[in-house]
T-cell receptor, first 115, second 109 residues
Framework: GAVVSQHPSRVICKSGTSVKIECRSL??????MFWYRQFPKQSLMLMAT?????????EQGVEKDKFLINHASLTLSTLTVTSAHPEDSSFYIC???????????FGQGTRLTVV | DAKTTQPNSMESNEEEPVHLPCNHS???????IHWYRQLPSQGPEYVIH???SNVNNRMASLAIAEDRKSSTLILHRATLRDAAVYYC??????????FGTGTSLTVIP
């Protein structure tokens, strides 16, 4: 079946540095991908919608200059957390819908720890 | 933007059926009802989805009320591997998935 793969699964970075997270659709093309953030014992919060070949759409309250999204191909979207701070430590998850009225597939998530 | 209401937690005995309810009184005619589940430190996993009619697949059944203002996810025989947080989500065509708080299911051996 369709699979969405995220990389890395876990990353530790120093405060002030940038971290890039990749999200790939492995056997289908995804013109749209979604990025979520999840804090411990909380639900997933939608951060932005990544659109292939155009700018991402950010949810209210999400800083677009801090969370850079690039969707350069039909199988790859990247999220770059710039100038990371400890409060950015979280579980980041991407997803891609198989088709408009079908299920979405989720990556395994990336645990980001900023020290 | 979550438009669904679920109980925070539920318990079930192993090998018994589980009925997970979801209220979505503001559902529109084009909203699909999706269910996902999430294990700790993993991405959500698709369970089932439907529009108006009841749906069955190898994992579960989805019973949708006639007025579509509520639905129930049915796990026919709970196993320990079914212990997870279950999310009921409304999604209009082509739109994003907004997650609510979900139901944490505990399966008792």
């Amino acid at each position: 079946g369709a699979v969405v793969s995220q990389h890395p699964s876990r990353v530790i970075c120093k405060s002030g540095t940038s971290v890039k997270i990749e999200c790939r659709s492995l056997d289908f093309q995804a013109t749209t991908m979604f990025w979520y953030r999840q804090f411990p014992k909380q639900s997933l919060m939608l951060m932005a919608t990544s659109n292939e070949g155009s700018k991402a759409t950010y949810e209210q309250g999400v800083e677009k200059d801090k969370f850079l999204i690039n969707h350069a191909s039909l199988t790859l979207s990247t999220l770059t957390v710039t100038s990371a701070h400890p409060e950015d430590s979280s579980f980041y998850i991407c997803s891609a819908p198989w088709a408009p009225n079908t299920e979405a597939f989720f990556g395994q998530g990336t645990r980001l720890t900023v020290v | 933007d979550a438009k669904t209401t679920q109980p925070n937690s539920m318990e079930s005995n192993e090998e018994e059926p589980v009925h997970l309810p979801c209220n979505h009184s503001t559902i529109s005619g084009t909203d699909y009802i999706h269910w996902y589940r999430q294990l700790p430190s993993q991405g959500p996993e698709y369970v089932i989805h439907g529009l108006t009619s009841n749906v069955n697949n190898r994992m579960a059944s989805l019973a949708i009320a006639e007025d579509r203002k509520s639905s129930t996810l049915i796990l026919h025989r709970a196993t320990l591997r079914d212990a997870a947080v279950y999310y009921c989500i409304l999604r209009a065509t082509g739109n994003q998935f907004y997650f609510g708080t979900g139901t944490s299911l505990t399966v008792i051996p």
